[in-house]
């Protein structure tokens, strides 16, 4: 299946942006640096919730409240996340093509998405401290936590 | 004389080792910036709710009191990670302007966790409610979270140092700044 994919890749880097990206020796750490705000806000946004759901942290408040307070700083953080992580794609798709912890992080990011908004986000109504709770706390942190990670991995190759 | 003990401390077996780690230094590095997230995160929320724009209807104190040990025992791991990250190559970082940078922001983010805590926090209970809490506590919050970003913004250009020493010539306040002197003089006695 990738083999098919390197012509998109090579047409990625190639775009206006990509190009302006690479040219710059300012743009690429300036834009990482700004994903990397993001990141901290969705940390942020993710644990509290998430710590939540394993029974510590924020205990006086209901798992649902807490998640409806932190929604719109997550999907704020998400959006910055996604259009500074398409720049720096941009910049270097082509490196990104042959490098493993892109992969890893790219087809973790959507599960993460969907487990977050589609499948966490649903059971949250009424959900108390218990195994289900425990369960959806520990996913969405492994989950976050291999994006996060193999992103940081994709500069060591 | 602080140059000359950290380029000391880098000939160290320990620090080359750690230099030198095909897993070990990117392993610390990861830790590092998964806690920073961590770390930097729960603070930024507890930040947006003493600015009084977020979590309206929760008590600061269930930030400061429940969340806190939390936020520390992040940060304990990130001082950690950070400090052997430097002791692989403590000259270069000592060198290094958005380093130094680096560090003055922390130390203002210091003095700041300081003052709301043996200052404005004393009071907590008159204010915890409020969705809007007393100017001195909004304007720690907002402080934390410009001095935070900033931290977060000169950490990553710390490997994308534009003013490293090698590099001449540099303006004469970069080299003032970053302390390029001492690495020049060193230099240049080599033969």
Not at chain 1, 76 to 102: I, Q
Not at chain 1, 105 to 119: D, E, G, N, R, S
Not at chain 2, 50 to 58: E, K, Q, S, T, Y
Not at chain 2, 85 to 103: C, D, E, G, T, W
Request: with cysteine.
């Amino acid at each position: 299946m990738p083999e098919a994919w390197y012509p998109f890749f090579e047409w990625c880097e190639g775009t206006f942006l990509g190009s302006a990206v690479r040219e710059s020796i300012y743009a690429f750490p300036l834009i990482e640096a700004v994903h990397l705000v993001a990141l901290c806000v969705i940390g942020g946004a993710i644990i509290v919730v998430d710590l939540r759901m394993l029974g510590f942290g924020m205990k006086d408040q209901r798992i649902a409240e807490l998640a409806n307070h932190v929604r719109p700083w997550l999907v704020g953080g998400l959006v910055v996340m996604l259009s500074t992580g398409v720049l720096l794609f941009l910049g270097e798709a082509v490196k990104c093509f042959y490098n493993t912890a892109f992969w890893v992080k790219i087809l973790t990011l959507p599960v993460a998405l969907v487990f977050t908004f589609a499948v966490k986000g649903r059971l949250l109504d009424g959900l108390e401290t218990g195994t289900r709770s425990r369960l959806l706390g520990s996913a969405s942190l492994v989950l976050w936590l291999v994006v996060a990670a193999a992103g940081r991995w994709i500069g060591y190759s | 004389m602080i140059a000359g003990i950290l380029e000391w401390v880098g000939t160290t077996k320990w620090s080359v080792m750690l230099l030198e780690s095909y897993y070990v230094w990117p392993l610390l590095e990861s830790t590092h910036v998964v806690t920073l997230a961590f770390f930097v995160g729960t603070a930024l929320m507890m930040d947006l709710r003493l600015v009084g724009i977020a979590f309206p209807g929760v008590p600061v104190t269930a930030f400061t009191g429940r969340l806190l040990p939390w936020t520390r025992f992040a940060f304990a791991l990130m001082v950690a990670t950070g400090l052997l990250l430097f002791y692989s190559s403590p000259l270069r970082y000592y060198n290094n302007i958005f380093f130094r940078l680096k560090i003055v922001l922390l130390l203002a983010a210091g003095l700041n966790i300081w003052l709301f805590h043996s200052r404005i926090h004393l009071e907590v209970e008159e204010w915890e409610n409020d969705l809007r809490p007393p100017r001195a506590a909004r304007i720690a919050g907002l402080v934390s979270i410009i001095v935070w970003t900033g931290v977060v913004f000169s950490g990553r250009l710390v490997a994308y140092n534009w003013f490293e020493c090698e590099i001449q010539p540099q303006p004469g306040w970069v080299n003032f700044l970053a302390g390029c002197d001492a690495v020049g003089e060193e230099a240049m006695l080599e033969p």
